[in-house]
């Protein structure tokens, strides 16, 4: 035992829940196992796997108990053996399931015995301690050292949060009720009248005020990021609430899971690059033509049989011949063959042949068309045979001719009404009818209470989020203004070995990865989570991210080698949690650390540009002074670049970028980019008229931003004033006109008002002179 101790505080110890990674300094397991071994289980011989659950009960309590000491010492040194029980007792494992195990186990325990709760009010203390804020202030390099207590705190709260959110099938009963429970406290007002993320929110602006510069805003970030996701939900339970949402509005169910389409999609070979072009000219000269580049074409997919996210694994040739052309120009480069993102699956199972046959042929989406584009349709029509129209008419079809009436029903065929345009038109309604229709009934969802207590300093959270993501991303050079991020990787001593540095120099940019994954993950599950809520709690927060210049910076993430940043190595495999505590550590050197792990690709890298494309999708979508953003900021040839990871729900946001400019392109880059045109049309889904290809309805109105958003701030107003505006309802209040009644209602005054009575009286009262007969004409 004592040598398997000795054997681990060697290392730098990379504390992770499952597969995301907290670090911890080096030198903080000694602390751990001294303190849980000497000042707890002293009395005890034995090992805390062998010990009852009264007894494991009993020791969480007298930690509890010693978390309340004043002594700030003893305080971390309790809170350090709290966090050795949610890593799982390491020590006393020997693989890494009994850790992972025991890590559960620990955790739900702590949960019980109210650890969290006063986790909390320690978390409480140390955003209020005025005296480490100061001294971090002065100081000119801030180290680990400086935030030691908060990243405790941080790693058993981010290990509850993390593993009580994940579900697994051998939970118990009471494990699975403590889950709901967990889950409603922190998306509920109980933490002094504001929910758990609110706080986090607040420590993140701090952060970017430069007030405390020592707080370690990775363990935020993802702490942030983690109670989010446990809250309101992931992806898959924001689409059963979208689903559950139109059966309320007897809205038609949705077309189709949108998640089940994207992960049965294919990805693509990138664009041809002038290097590969040329040289598949000189092929052709030397008459060296193969058949290999048409195969390479098939379904825009290179590598087909590693290829996971398509229907089927064994095509026939047949299948390979009529999809031959239906790529983007031009070959691999062959640098780029080790980096496929799209990991070898395991070899298919034997299937009926008669399987293939219900494979679904044909676009992956199925149209959309909206109650506008109807109105918009027949309003031209009705110009062009008739002479006039009749304003949002879409039933009338006198007149117009037999092919008009067939475009129009196939129109309503596919014509999608979202809650998004109920929301709009709901709140239409009560803005013009307060009185008929009385106050609405707000439900107190986890998004409802968030978004309430965000609204009053929205503007500073987005604002210290966009900075933390420029600071963390690759493309960002330092500057002397800017914030410092890595406050809580950077040792007291800066590395003397090359060793040390390159270590180091990993961390560094391990660090700033994570950091970017948990931003863009957090903006992109509030924005979802927000529409889905109301539609314009959503314009508020985007339209603050779009006056941050959140789109040229998500531009400026992508205008790199996005092909060396989705297949970087900032990780040592061997010193990851719990690997590290539970087997022999080989010995590091300057040549295994620069060789890195065995991934071809990092997901986490990967990930984050998802999200960030996503979020980039969403502020653009059907607002055309942002889309014209995309097009002065010359975003084609960067989001062509990003085509080149060959990963199916990467290029399908990719795509949907350049599909809503391309009309504003010009007629040139479309005519050389028309393999990219076949991929838009063969992955995006179609609005039917929607000229996106030709520009022949390109609007002649100009690019007015600011009437727009204007507009939309106007409307987002309006919603917030009547929904949220208690005081703006006085006018519409009942009067009571009896004087009995009036003069009959108790008025609370001050204590100290009857020594001031007489002053009131003659200030107030006789020295005010009473024009009656101004009162009597106001009144006939």
């Not at 309604?429 to 008929?436: D, G």
């Amino acid at each position: 035992m004592g040598e398997k101790k000795n054997k681990c505080t060697t290392f730098w110890i990379q504390a992770v829940a499952q597969q995301n990674k907290m670090s911890t300094e080096r030198g903080e397991l000694t602390s751990y196992l001294n303190s849980i071994d000497h000042d707890v289980l002293q009395e005890s011989q034995e090992r805390w796997i062998e010990l009852g659950q009264e007894q494991q009960r009993a020791y969480v309590m007298r930690l509890l108990d010693a978390l309340e000491v004043t002594d700030r010492d003893k305080r971390l040194k309790v809170a350090r053996a709290i966090l050795y029980l949610a890593q799982g007792v390491f020590d006393e494992c020997d693989t890494d399931t009994d850790v992972i195990h025991w890590s559960r186990h620990n955790v739900f325990l702590l949960y019980d015995m109210g650890v969290f709760t006063a986790l909390l009010e320690l978390l409480s203390m140390e955003m209020d301690n005025n005296q480490a804020c100061s001294s971090a202030v002065r100081k000119p390099a801030i180290s680990l050292a400086d935030s030691t207590e908060l990243r405790v705190l941080l790693s058993i709260m981010y290990l509850m949060v993390e593993t009580i959110r994940l579900q697994t099938e051998d939970d118990r009963p009471e494990w699975r009720t403590a889950r709901e429970a967990f889950k409603t406290e922190l998306g509920s007002p109980l933490y002094n009248g504001e929910p758990f993320s609110l706080l986090l929110f607040t420590m993140v602006t701090k952060f970017c005020s430069m007030n405390a510069p020592h707080f370690p805003m990775k363990k935020v970030l993802l702490l942030l990021w983690k109670t989010i996701l446990f809250t309101m939900g992931g992806f898959e339970e924001l689409q059963e609430m979208k689903v559950r949402g139109r059966e309320r509005l007897s809205l038609p169910p949705l077309p189709e899971d949108s998640i089940k389409v994207i992960r049965s999609m294919r990805a693509a070979s990138p664009p041809a690059s002038a290097m590969e072009l040329i040289e598949q000219q000189q092929q052709a000269k030397r008459g060296r033509r193969s058949r290999r580049p048409l195969v390479k074409q098939d379904s825009l997919d290179t590598y087909n049989e590693r290829d996971p996210f398509k229907n089927d694994d064994a095509r026939d040739e047949e299948e390979d011949g009529e999809d031959a052309d239906s790529g983007i120009e031009g070959e691999v480069d062959p640098l780029d063959r080790d980096v496929i993102i799209q990991p070898p699956p395991p070899p298919p199972p034997l299937r009926p042949p008669t399987e293939r046959a219900s494979l679904p042929k044909g676009l992956p989406w199925a149209p959309k068309v909206r109650e506008k584009d109807i109105e918009h349709f027949l309003e031209t029509s009705r110009n062009k045979f008739i002479g006039f129209t009749l304003g949002n008419d879409t039933e009338t079809l006198v007149g117009l001719p037999r092919p008009i009436h067939e475009s129009v029903k196939t129109l309503k065929q596919h014509k999608y009404v979202s809650i998004a345009e109920m929301q709009i038109k709901r709140e239409e309604e009560l803005q013009q009818c307060p009185m008929t229709l009385g106050e609405e009934d707000v439900d107190e969802t986890p998004t409802e209470i968030l978004y309430l207590g965000m609204l009053p300093n929205l503007s500073q959270y987005v604002i210290a989020l966009l900075k933390l993501l420029l600071a963390a991303a690759p493309t960002s050079k330092a500057k002397t203004d800017s914030i410092n991020i890595l406050a809580d990787v950077l040792p007291e001593e800066m590395p003397i070995t090359v060793l040390q540095s390159m270590k180091l120099g990993i961390d560094v940019n391990r660090h700033k990865e994570i950091i970017v994954k948990a931003i863009s993950a957090l903006l992109l599950l509030l924005l979802k989570h927000l529409k889905l809520n109301h539609i314009y709690q959503f314009e508020i927060v985007s339209q603050h991210l779009v006056f941050a210049n959140c789109i040229p910076l998500i531009l400026k993430f992508f205008n790199q080698n996005i092909m060396s940043y989705i297949s970087a190595k900032n990780s040592i495999c061997v010193l990851d949690f719990p690997h590290c505590v539970v087997h022999e550590m080989p010995e590091l050197t300057a040549e295994s650390l620069e060789a890195g792990d065995s991934n071809q690709f990092c997901w986490r890298n990967l990930f984050s540009c998802i999200n960030l494309l996503r979020i980039l999708n969403k502020l653009t979508k059907w607002k055309h002074s942002r889309t014209m953003m995309l097009v002065v900021f010359k975003s084609a040839p960067i989001l062509k670049r990003a085509l080149k990871v060959k990963q199916a729900m990467m290029q399908l946001y990719v795509l949907k970028l350049l599909k809503i400019q391309t009309k504003y392109l010009g007629r040139q880059w479309r005519k050389s980019n028309m393999k990219t045109m076949s991929a838009i049309y063969q992955k995006v889904r179609h609005r039917l008229n929607d000229d996106w290809a030709y520009g022949n309805d390109i609007d002649a109105r100009p690019w007015d931003f600011q009437a727009e958003e204007c507009a939309l701030r106007e409307s987002i107003e309006k919603f917030n004033s009547r929904r949220y505006d208690k005081n703006q309802n006085g006018e519409f209040a009942p009067v009571d006109n009896c004087l009995q009644s009036v003069l009959g209602q108790r008025v609370e005054l001050p204590e100290d008002f009857h020594y001031s009575y007489e002053m009131w009286l003659e200030r107030e009262v006789f020295s005010q002179p009473i024009q009656w007969e101004g009162l009597l004409q106001q009144a006939q």
